[in-house]
């Protein structure tokens, strides 16, 4: 059975960094591209970022360059996503998703969600 379960979420002071997992199972991650989306309260869902299967492609929403890093461990079935130097505007809940194929965008068909985790940036 598939299935996708994200951690690491809490409450950080702005400025603070948070690193959201992703584990996988009941699959063979190789092959397949993984995002991380974001939906806050009261707001449409944001792609944030997505790594392809061979970890070369990261794409990455604007709002979140140079402050977010995404990595993958094919061998572990986890990906990563390491977010620093947190806004308040992050806050939002997390959700990893599984693109069932090897490349992504912010805007390509997601296959599968975790159930999501929640960032809540605030002093």
Same mark, same amino acid.
């Given at each position: 059975?598939?299935?996708?379960?994200?951690?690491?979420g809490?409450?950080?002071?702005?400025? %603070?960094s948070?690193?959201? *997992?992703?584990?996988?199972?009941g699959?063979?991650?190789?092959?397949?591209?993984? /995002?991380? @989306?974001r939906?806050?309260?009261?707001?449409?869902r944001? %792609?944030?970022?997505?790594? *392809?299967?061979?970890g070369?492609?990261r794409?990455?929403?604007?709002?979140?360059v /140079?402050? @977010?890093?995404?990595?993958?461990?094919?061998a572990?079935?986890?990906?990563y996503l390491?977010m620093?130097s947190?806004?308040?505007?992050?806050?939002?809940?997390?959700?990893?998703?599984?693109?069932?194929?090897?490349?992504?965008s912010?805007?390509?068909r997601?296959?599968?969600?975790?159930?999501g985790?929640?960032?809540?940036?605030s002093?």
């Amino acid at each position: 059975q598939l299935q996708l379960v994200e951690s690491g979420g809490g409450l950080v002071q702005p400025g %603070g960094s948070l690193r959201l *997992s992703c584990a996988a199972s009941g699959f063979t991650l190789d092959y397949y591209a993984i /995002g991380w @989306f974001r939906q806050a309260s009261g707001k449409e869902r944001e %792609g944030v970022s997505c790594i *392809s299967a061979s970890g070369v492609t990261r794409n990455f929403v604007d709002s979140v360059v /140079g402050r @977010f890093t995404i990595s993958r461990d094919n061998a572990e079935k986890k990906a990563y996503l390491q977010m620093n130097s947190l806004k308040p505007e992050d806050t939002a809940v997390y959700y990893c998703a599984l693109y069932r194929y090897a490349t992504c965008s912010l805007n390509g068909r997601v296959d599968d969600w975790g159930q999501g985790t929640q960032v809540t940036v605030s002093s």
